[in-house]
């Protein structure tokens, strides 16, 4: 569980988006966090704190004159085995509060009175108006002066009926970024492209020869990748994943297109990572009607010309990035991998059992490089794509 033992303290403001703060509890629990929520007078005018509690399964702290703590000190005890706050949502005005060191109630008090190394996560909730404002900007470049991290806001339809910048994060995005809150950045400010997926070659307009790659794997190392810092571009080729938070992503279908993509992008990244597995041939004579049935008896005939290899010619650039290849082999994992390696003319390749691994969430991989190979045991894809990650940052 990626926030085990995580204690957060999650701080409501008043707003609509109150309501995600629920889902929000429900989703830090079940990744392993416990959480104790605090909120403003003004939180729970949209959701009641009978509702965090219950939800929670701890005591919900709402004022500063609570005797609930023995000490009377809500303001220092709650923050003081606590891993993060998390201030899901944050108004316009408590945003304000905190840029000014105001401290007129628990939560404000509470951050303000929070250990310098804690770190403060803020999910700022509001009208797009507001958002825009000067004032907001000029209060959220100030959060991020003084070290505070501010997540999203995202943009679309608003409770309020309007369109634009404002809306909190999703409870899914807020999560992936409060974990990635807690990762090394091994990576920070480092420019990394991923190749992920299948690639879907056309026999005509309906038809097409594709694998069982479904892209775990690649997601997983391009969230990996941004959780460490780096500014990360995911070439994909058609998976159902949901993009990671802050990854851009560029959807293509045929090997050629993943190329096309690759090649436009691939300049002033430091590292390319190709986990895709692409289709080593496409259909030379595919057709532009769909083939039907009835033709005279005879079967269709697939001529079949090479692809180019992406790996290989990105690494072959006087401008390279640090480049990693995927091995998949079905058999003699070692001969077959160190081999490709040396092929494709890559420091670092990762072998694994590639009909073992299509489609699963787990996976175990070898790192093949200059120096020898290392295994990297059985575990989730998520947490083999951290190691890896923290396995290319060492080699760059
Ligand atoms: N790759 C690529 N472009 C291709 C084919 C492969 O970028 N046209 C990349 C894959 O993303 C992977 C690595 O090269 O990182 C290994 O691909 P694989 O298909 O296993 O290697 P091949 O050299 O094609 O060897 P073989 O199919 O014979 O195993």
Not at 119 to 140: F, I
Not at 222 to 227: G, L, N, Q, S, V
Not at 286 to 296: P, Y
């Amino acid at each position: 569980m990626d926030l085990a033992g995580k204690k957060i303290v999650l701080g409501l403001t008043g707003g609509i988006a109150c309501y995600k703060a629920a889902e929000l509890t429900r989703a830090l629990i079940k990744a392993g966090a416990s959480v104790q929520v605090v909120m403003t007078e003004a939180a729970t005018h949209f959701i009641t704190p009978v509702t965090m509690q219950a939800l929670s399964g701890q005591t919900v702290y709402t004022s500063q004159w609570d005797a609930r703590v023995g000490n009377n000190m809500a303001h220092i005890d709650l923050t003081r085995h606590a891993d993060a706050i998390v201030l899901a949502p944050c108004s316009a005005d408590f945003m304000a509060k905190l840029v000014q060191g105001r401290c007129d109630d628990l939560l404000s008090t509470l951050c303000l009175a929070r250990p310098h190394a804690l770190p403060l996560l803020v999910a700022p909730a509001m009208n797009v108006e507001m958002w825009q404002n000067p004032a907001t900007q000029r209060n959220v470049a100030q959060l991020k002066a003084d070290g505070i991290h501010v997540l999203g806001p995202g943009t679309g339809e608003q409770a309020c009926g309007e369109t634009g910048l404002g809306r909190m994060l999703e409870p899914e995005q807020l999560l992936e970024e409060i974990i990635a809150a807690f990762q090394q950045k091994v990576l920070q400010g480092k420019r990394v492209l991923v190749t992920a997926g299948p690639t879907f070659e056309p026999i005509d307009p309906v038809r097409g020869i594709t694998n069982l790659s479904s892209g775990k794997m690649g997601y997983a190392i391009a969230r990996a990748a941004r959780e460490a810092g780096a500014v990360v571009t995911l070439v994909s080729g058609p998976t159902a994943l949901t993009t990671p938070y802050g990854v851009k992503r560029i959807d293509i279908t045929s090997a050629r297109q993943m190329h096309e993509a690759v090649m436009a992008t691939v300049g002033g990244n430091e590292v390319f990572i190709a986990v895709a597995a692409v289709a080593d041939w496409h259909v030379s004579n595919a057709s532009t009607q769909k083939i039907k049935k009835d033709q005279d008896g005879k079967t269709p005939a697939l001529e079949f010309a090479p692809n180019p290899d992406i790996l290989a010619e990105v690494a072959a650039r006087h401008d390279a990035p640090y480049c990693v290849g995927f091995a998949a082999e079905s058999e003699r994992l070692l001969q077959h991998a160190e081999a490709k390696r040396l092929k494709k003319n890559i420091p670092l390749l990762v072998g694994n059992i590639g009909h073992q691994t299509f489609g699963r969430d787990d996976n175990e991989l070898v790192l093949f490089d200059a120096a020898g190979h290392v295994a990297l045991p059985r575990a989730g894809k998520q947490a083999l794509a951290r190691e890896l990650i923290a396995a290319i940052a060492v080699r760059l």
